[in-house]
């Protein structure tokens, strides 16, 4: 199956592209055809950037319950920015039909029912994903030449205010 996909993808999707670009080359003549391929790139990749940064804040605000989709959306945003910026007339037409809100659902679906049951993000406590979102309930500690751990959570990192107390004022309060 995998390399049935691949046979797809690096064959006979570009002899389809090929051949749909000498059609509309007959239809449109050359350098229209060539302006209509330099402008689809053109926008697609200022769309697939407008939607790529949309779609990570999505997912930095996403739930345990709603990631999956955010992924999806990320991934084929992704993806269809990299179709967008292929030559070709069939990698425009999936690309811009990945990139429309409207239309992603469509993808998403395929890509759910694909990879949906091979893929699955487990984690411990806040986010599965560091950074995004709820705050990971992991604590990374600080490691002894020895190999134990020295106790506490690790805080990089410097202070950008002043203390409100000196180191002597919280000697002396018994702190």
Partial sequence: MFRANLFIIFVVVPIVEIALLVQVGQLLG??????????????????AAREGTAALAALSQSGPDTISV????????????????TPGILTDAVGLLGLFPLTRPILRRIVMKQFGKRVK???????????????NANHQTEMSADGSASGGPVVGGRASTKPRHTEQEHRESGH
């Fill in 30 to 47: 050359f350098w229209p055809t060539m302006g209509l391929v330099v402008l689809t790139a053109a926008v697609g990749s200022s769309i």
């Fill in 70 to 85: 955010k992924i999806a959306d990320a991934a084929i945003i992704l993806v269809c920015g990299f179709l967008l910026l």
């Fill in 121 to 135: 993000i487990s984690h411990f406590g806040g986010s599965p994903m560091p950074g995004f979102g709820q705050q």
